[in-house]
């Protein structure tokens, strides 16, 4: 549990663990989605998965998330569809979002949506780079 890992590893896991907050992994493909919990509660982080934008709007009011990692091609609702629900509801605009997109150029993205962009396959290193920068750890 966390306990041990704190005493393993003193002072290196400074996550928000008593707020329980978490990383919101956005994603309609399992394996996708599975490869990054596992990369990131290897690291100490909680998450929280969502298959498409619907979930992902669910799951943030659940969640006290630190960050949200959005795909941008889903069905039923696409990451552009979701930013733009977010951005509306006050209590969760404010939560930052970093898309990952096999599919679109990360300069439109950043251009249209504001946000950062991180292609696919991911580079692992400055994913958890970003994680850590926005959620601590």
Request: hydrophobic letters at 45%; glycine letters at 6%.
């Amino acid at each position: 549990g966390r306990g041990k890992l704190q005493a393993l590893y003193p002072g290196h896991f400074r996550l928000y663990f008593d707020s329980m907050a978490c990383v919101l992994i956005v994603d309609d493909q399992p394996d996708a989605r599975a490869m990054l919990d596992l990369l990131l509660r290897s690291h100490g982080y909680e998450t929280e998965q969502a298959a498409n934008g619907q979930e992902a709007l669910e799951r943030l009011h659940a969640c006290q998330a630190c960050l949200v990692l959005l795909d941008l091609m889903m069905p039923v609702m696409t990451g552009w569809e979701f930013r733009a629900r977010q951005l509306q509801d006050p209590e969760v605009a404010d939560v930052p979002v970093v898309c990952i997109s096999a599919v679109h150029e990360p300069d439109e993205v950043k251009r249209r949506l504001h946000l950062p962009c991180l292609p696919k396959p991911l580079d692992f290193v400055a994913l958890l780079a970003v994680v850590r920068g926005t959620c601590g750890g």
